[in-house]
Nanobody
Framework: QVQLVESGGGLVQSGGSLRLSCAAS????????MGWYRQAPGKQREFVSF???????NYADSVKGRFTISRDNAKNTVYLQMNSLTPEDTAVYLC????????????WGQGTQVTVSS
């Protein structure tokens, strides 16, 4: 089964930037779309962004204009560039892949912690 491994999280000051990576153990064309979710302590997991195999993108309103999702097909990696971070962005960020050869299944990574200090 494919594995998704996130990296790039860390501690950053408010207003700073981070770039998250999600590396897949096989071609990311295995999925119709890949995306990012986040989960803060005591809160439900929430959608952040997704990118389709054709390169179409979508963002949660809370991150529009600050976050950019992209993909490098040759490296089997999806990125999330996060700018103008605020403490409200603090969460575990999880990558997922859905559709394609995996049908109705959603494959999740283990997550990477992002902490934004004020």
């Amino acid at each position: 089964q494919v594995q998704l491994v996130e990296s790039g999280g860390g501690l950053v000051q408010s207003g700073g930037s981070l770039r998250l990576s999600c590396a897949a153990s096989e071609t990311i064309f295995s999925f119709n779309a890949m995306g990012w979710y986040r989960q803060a302590p005591g809160k439900q997991r929430e959608f952040v962004s997704f990118i389709t195999s054709a390169g179409g993108t979508n963002y949660a309103d809370s991150v529009k204009g600050r976050f950019t999702i992209s993909r490098d097909n040759a490296k089997n990696t999806v990125y999330l560039q996060m700018n103008s971070l605020t403490p409200e962005d603090t969460a575990v960020y999880l990558c997922n892949g859905a559709g394609g050869r995996y049908g109705l299944r959603t494959i999740w990574g283990q997550g990477t912690q992002v902490t934004v200090s004020s």
